[in-house]
């Protein structure tokens, strides 16, 4: 539906453009400076190396949402169990999903992300460090890092997994989930964690260029559903109802 033109919504986008520029000049800013504290990731291998990434990717983001306006709240935490390991999918709506959601999992983590993101300068590198890496072009990429995602499961991380794959450009609360991650629980028999994240949209929609607008932003953990005893079709399509009925509940708050 096309927004209608009145004063307000003028004003509205003349701002949330001039947010992004500074948005994107105060990302530039403490990427250049927290890079220095990234340097440990040369060396250090995992877990260690996510437990590092996590903390200080923790730290730079608390600074920079707040720096921009989008402070983060996070509810369900307790869903996190001590002794075993999760993983964790989210809905994906926006590129502000991705700073949102790796640095404040509970735990050190690992995401799986496509390998073209690491030629950005700079940034590519703390991509990488916190990624396990695919080319989707590749099938020997992707059973790569299929086998790469059990590795990190065996070691003792948490991996993150947006099953709808690209952003969630429709009206709905969910696109249809891709199969990995339900795959991927039912063979390493690791219990499913779904997180749901909210505002993110709204702060950068997917469909609108140099558009930024501060709003609180949240992540909701959900409790854990066990991988045992079910198909990984049947995982995932009771994955998608809990997600989809809980945003759809709470999306209003």
Same mark, same amino acid.
């Given at each position: 539906?096309?927004?209608?033109?009145?004063?307000?919504?003028? #004003?509205?986008?003349?701002?949330?453009?001039?947010?992004?520029? &500074?948005?994107?000049?105060?990302?530039?800013?403490?990427?250049?400076?927290?890079? #220095?504290?990234?340097?440990?990731?040369?060396?250090?291998?995992?877990?260690?190396?996510?437990? &590092?990434?996590?903390?200080?990717?923790?730290? &730079?983001?608390?600074?920079?949402?707040?720096?921009?306006?989008?402070?983060?709240?996070?509810?369900?935490?307790?869903? #996190?169990?001590?002794?075993?390991?999760?993983?964790?999918?989210?809905?994906?709506?926006?590129?502000?999903?991705?700073?949102?959601?790796?640095?404040?999992?509970?735990?050190?983590?690992?995401?799986?992300?496509?390998?073209?993101?690491?030629?950005?300068?700079?940034?590519? &590198?703390?991509?990488?460090?916190?990624?396990?890496?695919?080319?989707?072009?590749?099938?020997?990429?992707?059973?790569?890092?299929?086998?790469?995602?059990?590795?990190?499961?065996?070691?003792?991380?948490?991996?993150?997994?947006?099953?709808?794959?690209?952003?969630?450009?429709?009206?709905?609360?969910?696109?249809?989930?891709?199969?990995?991650?339900?795959?991927?629980?039912?063979?390493?028999?690791?219990?499913?964690?779904?997180?749901?994240?909210?505002?993110?949209?709204?702060?950068?929609?997917?469909?609108?260029?140099?558009?930024?607008?501060?709003?609180?932003?949240?992540?909701?953990?959900?409790?854990?559903?066990?991988?045992?005893?079910?198909?990984?079709?049947?995982?995932?399509?009771?994955? #998608?109802?809990?997600?989809?009925?809980?945003?759809?509940?709470?999306?209003?708050?």
């Amino acid at each position: 539906m096309q927004e209608k033109i009145t004063p307000e919504s003028i #004003f509205k986008n003349i701002f949330a453009r001039i947010w992004a520029v &500074w948005a994107l000049v105060l990302f530039i800013v403490t990427l250049v400076i927290v890079i #220095f504290f990234y340097a440990p990731c040369f060396f250090l291998e995992d877990p260690a190396k996510a437990r &590092w990434h996590r903390a200080v990717s923790r730290v &730079w983001m608390i600074i920079y949402l707040n720096l921009i306006a989008c402070p983060l709240r996070i509810r369900g935490e307790e869903n #996190f169990k001590d002794g075993t390991n999760y993983i964790v999918v989210c809905n994906h709506n926006s590129l502000m999903d991705v700073p949102v959601s790796t640095p404040f999992m509970p735990r050190a983590n690992k995401t799986i992300a496509k390998k073209s993101f690491t030629k950005t300068p700079i940034f590519g &590198w703390i991509y990488a460090f916190g990624s396990v890496l695919v080319d989707r072009n590749s099938d020997a990429s992707r059973r790569k890092s299929y086998d790469e995602m059990k590795r990190m499961l065996n070691i003792g991380l948490d991996m993150v997994i947006y099953p709808e794959g690209t952003r969630n450009r429709t009206t709905d609360p969910l696109k249809k989930f891709y199969d990995g991650a339900f795959r991927l629980a039912t063979d390493t028999q690791r219990p499913i964690l779904p997180a749901v994240l909210f505002h993110t949209k709204k702060v950068l929609p997917a469909n609108k260029f140099m558009y930024l607008l501060p709003h609180t932003l949240e992540m909701h953990f959900l409790p854990a559903v066990e991988s045992t005893d079910i198909s990984s079709e049947a995982l995932k399509e009771k994955i #998608f109802r809990l997600m989809w009925d809980y945003y759809s509940a709470h999306d209003h708050q």
